[in-house]
């Protein structure tokens, strides 16, 4: 799983199979909370030091390597790779699911692993003839790490800086490409796919539209027109149907939250704030009585902000009452009235039966 999210979720399902690296979450520091198992069911977090894990790896899934310490030099292709573990997966199980246990991955820690440059050709001890000898990497070197816009992960070259056995005739540092994905197979089509003949057929009529910059556009129909054309076949109507869908479904297709629809109505609110003002400030300064123009100006200003403080109320009053908590509110005071007038009859028409240890008040 990816690192692009670091949660406790995806830092123990970190193992990739992806060779690409797009981000460097992998040396963000591991919380000790989520290396707390809160019960023995809870999977283990398995991680190292942040210190001690490597920033880019040169072993990635499809790579070929053998095991330090191997005399039989066995080829092992990578499977995939836990970058906060520094371990690395190949293929073949560890056991063979012997005992009803599920078979586990072999796994081997990144210090272990040799990558595999290729197959060369050296002469024999004899000095006779050749043989095919394949060539490990034992220390790797690599260029300076880039971003990759087109892409979107990190790329850089990776060569072998020294090799075991030693390349006589190769001076410089070797380079090791990089495993090619492989493509993926698709399967054979069914009677449940669509035919290459009915894709590739084209359905499209050009719309019948005039060249002259000075000819009719074509004229949207209304909605009873199109209901009516839709359910009679045999109606002729009069607009043109080989016109483009987009000119009949403008209100459908365009978005009402969209950032410019959200400006248009911004702007319309705005202007009706002013022209408000406008009117407001007109009728003072037709009734001055005695004020001064600035004095008239404030006071319609101060007017003009306690009719939209008071909408802003109003409006504000009106969506808490439209919404889903208030009828629930409603629901359960009715349910607790009631509650109590259903306690009340239950005390008013309470009737003891008469009992030698009762004893009645004088008053009554």
Same mark, same amino acid.
């Given at each position: 799983?990816?690192?692009?999210?670091?949660?406790?979720?995806?830092?123990?399902?970190?193992?990739?199979?992806?060779?690409?690296?797009?981000?460097?979450?992998?040396?963000?520091?591991?919380?000790?909370?989520?290396?707390?198992?809160?019960?023995?069911?809870?999977?283990?977090?398995?991680?190292?030091?942040?210190?001690?894990?490597?920033?880019?790896?040169?072993?990635?899934?499809?790579?070929?390597? $053998?095991?330090?310490?191997?005399?039989?030099?066995?080829?092992?292709?990578?499977?995939?790779?836990?970058?906060?573990?520094?371990?690395?997966?190949?293929?073949?199980?560890?056991?063979?699911?012997?005992?009803?246990?599920?078979?586990?991955?072999?796994?081997?820690?990144?210090?272990?692993?040799?990558?595999?440059?290729?197959?060369?050709?050296?002469?024999?001890?004899?000095?006779?003839?050749?043989?095919?000898?394949?060539?490990?990497?034992?220390?790797?070197?690599?260029?300076?790490?880039?971003?990759?816009?087109?892409?979107?992960?990190?790329?850089?070259?990776?060569?072998?800086?020294?090799?075991?056995?030693?390349?006589?005739?190769?001076?410089?540092?070797?380079?090791?490409?990089?495993?090619?994905?492989?493509?993926?197979?698709?399967?054979?089509?069914?009677?449940?796919?669509?035919?290459?003949?009915?894709?590739?057929?084209?359905?499209?009529?050009?719309?019948?539209?005039?060249?002259?910059?000075?000819?009719?556009?074509?004229?949207?129909?209304?909605?009873?027109?199109?209901?009516?054309?839709?359910?009679?076949?045999?109606?002729?109507?009069?607009?043109?149907?080989?016109?483009?869908?987009?000119?009949?479904?403008?209100?459908?297709?365009?978005?009402?939250?969209?950032?410019?629809?959200?400006?248009?109505?911004?702007?319309?609110?705005?202007?009706?704030?002013?022209?408000?003002?406008?009117?407001?400030?007109?009728?003072?300064?037709?009734?001055?009585?005695?004020?001064?123009?600035?004095?008239?100006?404030?006071?319609?200003?101060?007017?003009?902000?306690?009719?939209?403080?008071?909408?802003?109320?109003?409006?504000?009053?009106?969506?808490?009452?439209?919404?889903?908590?208030?009828?629930?509110?409603?629901?359960?005071?009715?349910?607790?009235?009631?509650?109590?007038?259903?306690?009340? $009859?239950?005390?008013?028409?309470?009737?003891?039966?008469?009992?030698?240890?009762?004893?009645?008040?004088?008053?009554?």
């Amino acid at each position: 799983m990816s690192l692009k999210y670091f949660t406790r979720r995806t830092a123990i399902d970190a193992t990739t199979t992806s060779p690409y690296l797009t981000n460097l979450n992998h040396l963000l520091t591991v919380p000790r909370a989520w290396l707390k198992r809160r019960s023995i069911y809870d999977p283990k977090l398995k991680s190292v030091r942040t210190k001690d894990r490597i920033r880019f790896w040169n072993i990635v899934p499809g790579d070929q390597i $053998r095991l330090r310490g191997d005399k039989s030099n066995t080829l092992h292709e990578v499977l995939s790779v836990n970058r906060l573990s520094n371990r690395v997966f190949v293929k073949g199980a560890s056991n063979d699911g012997a005992d009803n246990k599920i078979a586990m991955t072999k796994n081997h820690h990144y210090s272990r692993c040799q990558l595999f440059v290729g197959n060369y050709e050296f002469p024999t001890s004899d000095g006779l003839g050749k043989e095919v000898v394949p060539v490990f990497a034992q220390r790797v070197t690599a260029t300076k790490p880039s971003w990759n816009l087109l892409t979107g992960h990190f790329v850089w070259n990776r060569y072998a800086a020294k090799t075991l056995p030693r390349i006589p005739w190769e001076s410089g540092h070797v380079q090791i490409p990089w495993p090619k994905p492989e493509k993926p197979t698709l399967p054979e089509p069914s009677n449940y796919d669509t035919s290459k003949e009915v894709v590739t057929e084209v359905t499209y009529k050009v719309p019948r539209i005039q060249q002259a910059l000075s000819g009719p556009l074509p004229r949207p129909p209304t909605e009873e027109e199109f209901l009516t054309a839709m359910y009679n076949p045999g109606y002729k109507a009069s607009f043109d149907d080989s016109a483009p869908v987009e000119v009949y479904l403008n209100m459908e297709l365009s978005n009402p939250h969209a950032r410019a629809k959200k400006q248009q109505r911004w702007k319309i609110r705005k202007s009706v704030e002013k022209s408000r003002l406008d009117e407001i400030v007109a009728s003072e300064m037709k009734q001055l009585n005695g004020r001064t123009e600035r004095e008239a100006r404030a006071e319609a200003a101060f007017r003009w902000r306690d009719e939209l403080k008071q909408k802003q109320e109003e409006q504000k009053k009106m969506r808490w009452k439209d919404r889903v908590a208030d009828v629930n509110m409603i629901r359960k005071a009715r349910n607790k009235v009631k509650k109590q007038e259903r306690q009340r $009859r239950k005390l008013t028409e309470l009737q003891l039966e008469d009992e030698p240890n009762q004893f009645i008040p004088k008053d009554l």
